[in-house]
């Protein structure tokens, strides 16, 4: 049974492990589990998987993969991608492959712009607040300058400060949006920063102001904070070829590029089917900000916010036939970064930057977008073809004859056989107690 800890922060790792042992599971293996076989026998590197966060115990592993040959704007890339999920790496490689031979990925970031808020409270007369606003920008972006001198210098930095009124939707409530260009970060320590700085100079200023009554002197600023709505730092990938490039084994190409149009057509007016199609998307765009070191929940809060900017969860990515040539594309919000954070911290982080030759964070949007569309045209080419489960439960036998424990030479008899058999949970349980029984 597990019981409240106190000081449990305090602790040093192998207490706090101690304290897991004793409280947590009745397997006598996870000291060795936790403290031996996950844990790096290289000290540095170990010290800095423990300081990444808060009360570490051990480290996590996930796969690192590689999937290569995607050619975007005629240049070739090896796409890191770190993932659980079976069959996702595969997608990514086959779809590379196909638009490789069909002319590769064009890709190109429409917008940098990141955002951040300060939220007040004012309850008093608007046109004052206005006027008082108009008089502070200048001391807001002076009061910021030891934050924003060396973004500035590399040509970021603050791009605009207004003032919104939304008192008719929160009694009081207001804001102060603000946009940035923050380069190569992901720009969240910068931009929150400069915010608090803003809160601190607002409220300052306004205590002051002559033109205010004591009530309207008292703003009361609630929070301030970036937003990963970034509907203006947006990036756009697409492939195109003849729709009679699109041989496949299965289907005539005309019915295939049909079939893709319709599968998006779903996708676009049906929230059920958008949110898996969408899903299929952020495998690629997840696997990629993984690798490199970026914050997925950020960029999922993001993507689904932007999902659904008609007022309808809808899809991501987009299809057409137009004078007999296929196009299929997608636009996403992506505030990434390649400098700052992870990236030179975690060993695996850099080597995936590394990997990608360096990418700028322009260029990691690009990747990252094309890996969402590769994804999204490998899931529906299956789904409107051969079905999902064919080739992805022969992924998943692997996964299945791990978990049943068997031996090398069982599996590699097995993967054989279900080259020509249909996977599923009962009939690989069958084959393998059949090889064992032999
Ligand atoms: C599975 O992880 C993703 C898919 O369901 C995506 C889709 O249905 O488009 C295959």
């Not at 304290?19 to 403290?35: F, G």
Request: hydrophobic share 40%; charged share 25%; glycine share 6%.
């Amino acid at each position: 049974m597990n019981t409240p800890v106190e000081g449990f922060s305090k602790l040093s790792k192998e207490e706090k492990i101690d304290w897991i042992a004793n409280n947590c599971t009745k397997d006598p293996k996870v000291t060795k589990l936790l403290l031996e076989q996950y844990w790096n026998p290289d000290p540095e590197i170990q010290k800095k998987h423990d300081e990444f966060i808060e009360n570490t115990i051990s480290n996590y592993y996930l796969p690192f993969a590689v999937a290569p040959n995607f050619l975007i704007n005629d240049k070739l890339y090896a796409i890191p991608m770190a993932i659980e999920e079976s069959s996702v790496v595969a997608a990514a490689s086959k779809a590379a492959k196909y638009w490789l031979q069909r002319g590769g990925f064009k890709a190109e970031v429409v917008g940098t712009e990141k955002v951040g808020q300060v939220h007040f409270m004012f309850h008093g007369d608007t046109k004052k607040l206005q006027r008082f606003f108009d008089d502070l920008k200048p001391s807001l972006l002076e009061s910021t300058a030891s934050i924003t001198k060396n973004m500035e210098k590399r040509g970021g930095g603050i791009k605009n400060i207004e003032l919104r009124d939304l008192s008719d939707k929160v009694k009081g409530y207001h804001q102060l949006h603000c946009t940035f260009e923050t380069l190569d970060a992901m720009g969240a320590n910068f931009i929150n920063s400069c915010l608090e700085q803003f809160a601190k100079t607002l409220k300052e200023k306004a205590s002051t102001c002559e033109d205010f009554t004591s009530k309207e002197k008292d703003i009361e600023v609630v929070m301030s904070i970036l937003s990963n709505y970034v509907p203006n730092c947006l990036v756009r990938a697409e492939v195109s070829c003849p729709v009679s490039a699109l041989d496949e084994d299965d289907l005539p190409a005309d019915v295939f590029a049909e079939k893709m149009v319709q599968a998006v057509e779903i996708a676009k007016v049906e929230p059920y089917r958008a949110v898996t199609h969408n899903k299929g998307v952020m495998n690629g765009i997840d696997a990629v900000i993984l690798a490199t070191g970026n914050d997925f929940r950020a960029v999922e809060a993001g993507v689904h916010a932007y999902a659904s900017k008609q007022g309808s969860y809808s899809s991501l990515t987009h299809a057409s036939i137009e004078d007999g040539v296929f196009k299929f594309w997608i636009e996403v919000p992506l505030a990434l970064g390649t400098v700052g954070g992870l990236t030179s911290l975690h060993p695996l982080v850099k080597l995936a930057l590394e990997i990608l030759q360096n990418p700028s964070a322009k260029e990691l949007m690009q990747i990252v977008a094309v890996a969402g569309l590769a994804q999204n045209f490998a899931a529906l080419r299956s789904l409107v073809t051969t079905g999902i489960q064919k080739g992805h439960m022969k992924m998943h036998l692997l996964n299945m004859l791990n978990q049943m424990g068997a031996t090398e030479s069982e599996k590699k008899q097995l993967v054989q056989y279900f080259k020509n058999n249909t996977v599923t949970n009962a009939s690989v349980k069958e084959a393998l107690q059949k090889i064992q029984s032999q």
